[in-house]
Structures are given as structure tokens and as C-alpha cells.
T-cell receptor
Framework: DTAVSQTPKYLVTQMGNDKSIKCEQNLGHDTMYWYKQDSKKFLKIMFSYNNKELIINETVPNRFSPKSPDKAHLNLHINSLELGDSAVYFC??????????????FGPGTRLTVL | KQEVTQIPAALSVPEGENLVLNCSFTDSAIYNLQWFRQDPGKGLTSLLLIQSSQREQTSGRLNASLDKSSGRSTLYIAASQPGDSATYLCAAETGANNLFFGTGTRLTVIP
């Protein structure tokens, strides 16, 4: 059973297009996240949602819009894709927010290539 | 803003050797320090989480220590095996589950 799943695994698209990446977790967790890992393998948080409410919104262009239809899903929509958006995007989830003892569980990643 | 650094960036050791990976962070006001493993083309797997009030955590052949005052954590791997080959990432949590990741140490264990 996959705990945190993402689709698609690979996404190749042209500059200027709009695309979405989907994430689902079956762990019953309240909190979900999106991370970006760039070509130098540096991993940085983009957003976190707790029970469908936005908690963290790091400095990310507003072309990126997360959407959480329910607490098991957190999708990432990207408008007007740019070359610099090419990266691996990871979804993650944890039981709750705060407390300092929560492990985050990561999905397998979506490799986005913008041509 | 929290900055997390890991050294070395890459490490090759023969099988059976004990090794230490280092992680340093600039802001000691952390909730916890976490170590993850990332295999090529895969997501991250949590290895150990040390809460800010703890000094170390152990899991099997892995032992992680935390010294908040000096802004350092180490991951000790005993009796390394080829299956330990991966990239190891440390991350400092500053609140609201906001993790700041280091750049990772790529470990190769040679049979």
C-alpha cells in the first residue's frame, strides 16, 4: 500500500503551459506539504496545509497554486511554466502540525521538465 | 533565516567501516533535527528524529546526536553495508513543521 502517492511521475511540457501535479496520502494525516528539489539536489519547502488550511507559504511565485479538496489530497497547479520550474517536486504528509515530534512521509516525487 | 550545511558532500568507504556524517545549522531555536535517506530517483525516507530536548536517538546501526548550543548534529553509521549507499539529508525544524534541509552527503559503500 502506497502511503503518499504522486501523479504523474514524469512531466515534460513546453514553456508557457499550465500543468497540475496530484498528491494523495492514505495515512490519515492532517498535514500535507509540497517541496521543490532543484538540479543541485537542494530541497526547499513551498507550501504546507493543515486540514485543508494553508499554513506555510514560502516565497514562491504566485504562478504556483496549491489546492486541497480534502485533507487526504494536496494538488499543485502551475501556470505559465518557465524553464526555471524544472525540478523534482515532492509531496509529503505528517500527522499534525507543531509539537516537534512529527515525522514527515514523502512521496516518490514528480520530475518536471520544462522545454 | 535557518541555514543547514552538511559535510562532506560525498563520501566513499569500504564495507564494514564505521562512519560519521556531519550537519550544522545556524539558528539553535529548533523544534527537532531529522535525518533522511534518499535513494536515486526516489523520495525521502525518515531515519531518525531528535527532539530539541534530546541528545541522541538510535535505530539499529544508526545513531544520531544533537548539540543545539553548538548547532551541530552527527549521524553515525556502524558497520556500513553496500545497501547503505544513498544520499543522507539532515533537516532542522523551526516550527509549524517547517523543515530546512541541508544539501546532503552522498555515501557510497564499496563491497
Amino acid at each position: 500500500d502506497t502511503a503518499v502517492s504522486q501523479t504523474p511521475k514524469y512531466l515534460v511540457t513546453q514553456m508557457g503551459n499550465d500543468k497540475s501535479i496530484k498528491c494523495e496520502q492514505n495515512l490519515g494525516h492532517d498535514t500535507m506539504y509540497w517541496y521543490k528539489q532543484d538540479s543541485k539536489k537542494f530541497l526547499k519547502i513551498m507550501f504546507s496545509y493543515n486540514n485543508k488550511e494553508l499554513i506555510i507559504n514560502e516565497t514562491v511565485p504566485n504562478r504556483f497554486s496549491p489546492k486541497s479538496p480534502d485533507k487526504a489530497h494536496l494538488n499543485l497547479h502551475i501556470n505559465s511554466l518557465e524553464l526555471g520550474d524544472s525540478a523534482v517536486y515532492f509531496c509529503a504528509s505528517s500527522q499534525q502540525i507543531g509539537g516537534g515530534s512529527d515525522t514527515q512521509y514523502f512521496g516518490p516525487g514528480t520530475r518536471l521538465t520544462v522545454l | 533565516k535557518q541555514e543547514v550545511t552538511q559535510i562532506p558532500a560525498a563520501l566513499s568507504v569500504p564495507e564494514g567501516e564505521n562512519l560519521v556524517l556531519n550537519c550544522s545549522f545556524t539558528d539553535s531555536a529548533i523544534y527537532n533535527l531529522q535525518w533522511f535517506r534518499q535513494d536515486p530517483g526516489k523520495g525521502l525516507t525518515s531515519l531518525l528524529l531528535i527532539q530539541s530536548s534530546q541528545r541522541e536517538q538510535t535505530s539499529g546501526r544508526l545513531n544520531a546526536s544533537l548539540d543545539k548550543s553548538s548547532g551541530r548534529s552527527t549521524l553515525y553509521i556502524a558497520a556500513s553495508q553496500p545497501g547503505d549507499s544513498a544520499t543522507y539529508l539532515c533537516a532542522a525544524e523551526t516550527g509549524a513543521n517547517n523543515l530546512f534541509f541541508g544539501t546532503g552527503t552522498r555515501l557510497t559503500v564499496i563491497p
